[in-house]
């Protein structure tokens, strides 16, 4: 069975570090990318990037670049997306979820989600 | 502002059939496939359709897709209390970074 299970909910402070964590289990990590979407409160799903966790090529949507970085360690199937300093408006829910091919196929299968609050 | 334009919400009553509109541009939905996603209240979202008009193993065939040309539909049949949920459209753009519509909301009266 195809899972995706990410790390536990986050209460940080402006300027704080984060890094949370999607593990897939059930298929071939390498051979399919992850890609992590940000769902503000009350809002839509906005698409941030994607890896590769096969040869870590990783593509960043415009409003993301330079915003979070996004990585994988292949030898434990973890995905990771990180922030350096997080601001209030990285308050947001933040799914992590499977892809098997750039600009086709959808995403098929998602994590539970990771609920990260930032307030001082 | 999304990229993808859908409706805010539609509303139907059980057992009816309602559709719901994404639509883009040449250099997203017009080159490239769709996919649409339920996602129902306290929920991560789900896979219904893919590849414009695939549906995942699993996903009832009351759930359909099409596309022409920049916009694409998503059409539920037989609709049920269930399906009360918001509905995302997905593509991809001309640099084949992925894009959603902005979700419509699904009453069912």
Not at chain 2, 30 to 51: C, D, F, M, R
Request: with cysteine.
């Amino acid at each position: 069975e195809v899972q995706l299970v990410q790390s536990g909910a986050e209460v940080k402070k402006p300027g704080e570090s984060l890094k949370i964590s999607c593990k897939g289990s059930g298929y071939s990590f390498t051979s399919y990318w992850i890609g992590w979407v940000r769902q503000m409160p009350g809002k839509g799903l906005e698409w941030m990037g994607i890896i590769y966790p096969g040869d870590s090529d990783t593509r960043y949507s415009p409003s993301f670049q330079g915003q979070v970085t996004i990585s994988a360690d292949k030898s434990i199937s973890t995905a990771y997306l990180q922030w350096s300093s997080l601001k209030a408006s990285d308050t947001a829910m933040y799914y992590c979820a499977r892809l098997e091919e750039v600009g086709a196929t959808g995403l098929d299968y998602w994590g539970q989600g990771t609920l990260v609050t930032v307030s001082s | 502002q999304s990229v993808l334009t859908q409706p805010p919400s539609v509303s139907a009553a059980p057992g009816q059939k309602v559709t719901i509109s994404c639509s883009g541009s040449s250099s997203n939905i017009g080159n490239n496939y769709v996919s649409w996603y339920q996602q129902l209240p306290g929920t991560a979202p789900k896979l219904l359709i893919y590849e414009n008009n695939k549906r995942p193993s699993g996903i009832p065939d009351r759930f359909s897709g099409s596309k022409s040309g920049t916009s694409a539909t998503l059409g539920i049949t037989g609709l049920q209390t269930g399906d009360e949920a918001d509905y995302y459209c997905g593509t991809w753009d001309s640099s084949l970074r992925g894009v959603f519509g902005g979700g419509t909301k699904l009453t069912v009266l």
